[in-house]
């Protein structure tokens, strides 16, 4: 049963991070679209990781090199979408408001997709690897 509220919570997270992210697109304030592309860095974060678990055996305590750069990757691609914004809105293509929405977004989507992995990631019966 803690594993459905767990999801509850996560899907509620990600449904709130999302509203973020649509409030600074499409506001009448700001009514501008760019930072949709966000959408694409929200999907490739957690393919490193992914793949990098499936790849390495996870017997040992020591880490490795494929491990190492999943998460580097992992690590630009998180930093990359928060660096777009903020370049958007130094270009003025975007405003310092509908920024700060996306920002907020961000982290709350960001922090849903570690949540999941925090929650999911252990082998046992509630494992993702399972889906």
């Known amino acids: 049963m803690a594993g459905i509220k ?4 996560l899907s509620f997270g ?3 991070g999302l509203m973020f992210l649509m409030l600074g697109c499409a506001l009448p304030v700001y009514d501008k679209y760019w930072p949709l ?14 793949i990098s678990r499936r790849i390495v055996d996870d ?7 494929c491990k190492e750069l999943a998460l580097f ?12 914004p903020i370049i958007f809105a130094r270009a003025d ?14 982290v709350v989507i960001f922090a849903t997709i570690l949540g999941f992995f925090l929650v ?3 082998n046992d019966d509630f494992s993702w690897q399972q889906w």
């Open 6 to 9: 767990a999801l509850i919570s």
């Open 14 to 16: 990600g449904a709130i």
């Open 37 to 50: 592309f966000l959408l694409f860095f929200y999907i490739l974060a957690p393919i490193p990781y992914c």
């Open 59 to 65: 017997t040992d305590s020591a880490s490795n090199a």
């Open 73 to 84: 990757l992992t690590t630009g691609i998180v930093v990359s979408a928060f660096g777009l």
């Open 93 to 106: 293509v975007i405003a310092w408001g509908a920024c700060a929405l996306v920002l907020t977004g961000n």
């Open 120 to 122: 999911f990631g252990t």
